[in-house]
């Protein structure tokens, strides 16, 4: 027998073992999220995809699907939260979109407009924060950094090198290269690996192709993120079902 | 014919870009002067605002103690005050120099920097203090709204003023927010 939860009172069918999230995206219902990638365990670290059932906040990447569960996602307080969420990750890093070459492709500035922030609120950190532009192919921007440990994890789990690991706590951790000097250079990255591919922000970014698509065509620019995050999700299933 | 809206506008550490983007609201500056009169503007080049003003628009952040003077005259003066632009909103571009010191920036520009002749630091009692840091607008005074972009698109603009007018609430379209 088929299960599903109903999400803001819409039916969600689920297969066995599947989050909240993940049925959400499969049946075409967004619920906004930043840290979590298909391809990659959750990380549940960014609060986004935070959802009310039996009124108490849960992540829905990390909340397993329940047949019969109410989930409500689609309230003004979920806005409220999830705006504050990247108020704050605008205010502790310094995310200059103007002059940024990942702008236009950023999930952090798309996620953003999908929510409609119109400003940071807070007040403006502007931490110092390392660069390192010591690898001949990828630059490492940590000013840009939201320590949502996507390329620790992709790096380790999709292109089995460990290249990356968050070092010190709360306000002070930074992302770290594991390498002998600490710096990118003298690691084993390659500019084709999948933790430059998905970091989310422009701190991990290819050399000499900034822009070779110039803003104003880029991702975001074209296609709202919800879209976006739906297709890949969707590809990615498709993809598993034909690898078996 | 009810009166206009009186309306006033500056540019503190930015670009101009902002007001420049403004103007590209084109023709519909005729329709807009219909119902809002300009008092300080670079527009108009009235240097300080005459009297209480129903909207200030502000382009910029704060990086000196003139920035900080303006920015505070137009909170007493202004019912509605506005952040316009990137700059105004976070800092911007100018605050990228707070990842340095200023004696760092000074001497990099004034002292070490390439091509730099009879090197030393402009200390004319002209030339307003800067500020240790560059900072957003509302990190001085309390502002009623802001308007992204790099610079808001003349639509944005023109939304945003229209709506405002009207009595509704000015919040911009999804397809109008950009930070760039």
Request: with cysteine.
């Given at each position: 027998?088929?299960?599903?939860?109903?999400?803001?009172?819409?039916?969600i069918?689920?297969?066995?073992?599947?989050?909240?999230?993940?049925?959400?995206?499969?049946?075409?219902?967004?619920?906004?999220?930043?840290?979590?990638?298909?391809?990659?365990?959750?990380?549940?670290?960014?609060?986004?995809?935070?959802?009310?059932?039996?009124?108490?906040?849960?992540?829905?990447?990390?909340?397993?699907?329940?047949?019969?569960?109410?989930?409500?996602?689609?309230?003004?307080?979920?806005?409220?939260?999830?705006?504050?969420?990247?108020?704050?990750?605008?205010?502790?890093?310094?995310?200059?979109?103007?002059?940024?070459?990942?702008?236009?492709?950023?999930?952090?500035?798309?996620?953003?407009?999908?929510?409609?922030?119109?400003?940071?609120?807070?007040?403006?950190?502007?931490?110092?924060?390392?660069?390192?532009?010591?690898?001949?192919?990828?630059?490492?921007d940590?000013?840009?950094?939201?320590?949502?440990?996507?390329?620790?994890?992709?790096?380790?789990?999709?292109d089995?090198?460990?290249?990356?690991?968050?070092?010190?706590?709360?306000?002070?951790?930074?992302?770290a290269?594991?390498?002998?000097?600490?710096?990118?250079?003298?690691?084993?990255?390659?500019?084709?690996?999948?933790?430059?591919?998905?970091?989310?922000?422009?701190?991990?970014?290819v050399?000499?192709?900034?822009?070779?698509?110039?803003?104003?065509?880029?991702?975001?620019?074209?296609?709202p993120?919800?879209?976006?995050?739906?297709?890949?999700?969707?590809?990615?299933?498709?993809?598993?079902?034909?690898?078996? | 014919?009810?009166?206009?809206?009186?309306?006033?506008?500056?540019?503190?550490?930015?670009?101009?870009?902002?007001?420049?983007?403004?103007?590209?609201?084109?023709?519909?500056?005729?329709?807009?002067?219909?119902v809002?009169?300009?008092?300080?503007?670079?527009?108009?080049?009235?240097?300080?605002?005459?009297?209480?003003?129903?909207?200030?628009?502000?382009?910029?952040?704060?990086?000196?103690?003139?920035?900080?003077?303006?920015?505070?005259?137009?909170?007493?003066m202004?019912?509605?005050?506005?952040?316009?632009?990137?700059?105004a909103?976070?800092?911007?571009?100018?605050?990228?120099?707070?990842?340095?010191?200023?004696?760092?920036?000074?001497?990099?520009?004034?002292?070490?920097?390439?091509?730099?002749?009879?090197a030393?630091?402009?200390?004319?009692?002209e030339?307003?203090?800067?500020?240790?840091?560059?900072?957003?607008?509302?990190?001085?005074?309390?502002?009623?709204?802001?308007?992204?972009?790099?610079?808001?698109?003349?639509?944005?603009?023109?939304?945003?003023?229209?709506?405002?007018?009207?009595g509704?609430?000015?919040?911009?379209?999804?397809?109008?927010?950009?930070?760039?």
């Amino acid at each position: 027998m088929s299960k599903s939860f109903f999400l803001d009172g819409k039916e969600i069918p689920f297969k066995e073992g599947q989050t909240v999230l993940q049925a959400a995206l499969a049946a075409c219902h967004h619920i906004p999220h930043l840290c979590w990638r298909p391809q990659l365990e959750p990380h549940s670290s960014c609060r986004l995809c935070t959802v009310m059932i039996s009124g108490r906040p849960f992540s829905s990447c990390t909340q397993p699907a329940m047949d019969g569960q109410h989930v409500i996602s689609d309230t003004p307080e979920l806005l409220a939260l999830r705006r504050s969420v990247v108020q704050m990750i605008f205010v502790e890093g310094n995310h200059y979109c103007p002059s940024c070459e990942e702008s236009g492709n950023c999930r952090l500035q798309a996620t953003a407009y999908s929510l409609g922030l119109q400003d940071n609120h807070f007040p403006q950190q502007f931490p110092k924060r390392e660069r390192d532009s010591s690898h001949p192919d990828v630059n490492l921007d940590r000013d840009r950094c939201i320590r949502c440990e996507t390329c620790v994890r992709a790096s380790r789990d999709l292109d089995g090198k460990n290249v990356f690991g968050i070092h010190g706590r709360g306000i002070k951790s930074h992302l770290a290269v594991n390498s002998p000097t600490g710096k990118l250079g003298d690691s084993d990255l390659d500019a084709q690996d999948q933790a430059v591919a998905l970091c989310p922000t422009g701190c991990l970014t290819v050399k000499r192709v900034g822009f070779s698509v110039p803003i104003g065509e880029r991702i975001y620019d074209k296609e709202p993120l919800e879209q976006v995050q739906i297709r890949e999700f969707q590809d990615f299933q498709a993809q598993e079902a034909h690898h078996g | 014919m009810a009166e206009k809206l009186k309306v006033a506008t500056c540019s503190l550490a930015g670009c101009f870009g902002c007001h420049m983007s403004l103007l590209d609201i084109d023709e519909r500056l005729l329709d807009l002067l219909e119902v809002v009169s300009f008092d300080r503007s670079p527009i108009d080049d009235i240097k300080t605002i005459t009297g209480p003003v129903d909207l200030g628009l502000i382009e910029g952040g704060v990086c000196n103690a003139e920035n900080v003077h303006v920015l505070q005259e137009f909170r007493r003066m202004c019912r509605i005050l506005v952040a316009v632009g990137e700059c105004a909103i976070t800092g911007g571009i100018p605050s990228m120099r707070n990842s340095l010191s200023l004696k760092e920036c000074l001497e990099e520009s004034y002292i070490k920097g390439f091509g730099v002749e009879f090197a030393h630091v402009p200390n004319d009692p002209e030339l307003p203090l800067l500020l240790n840091r560059v900072r957003p607008l509302h990190h001085i005074v309390k502002i009623d709204y802001f308007l992204p972009g790099c610079p808001p698109s003349a639509d944005a603009f023109w939304h945003f003023l229209t709506e405002l007018i009207a009595g509704r609430d000015p919040s911009l379209p999804r397809e109008l927010i950009r930070f760039d």
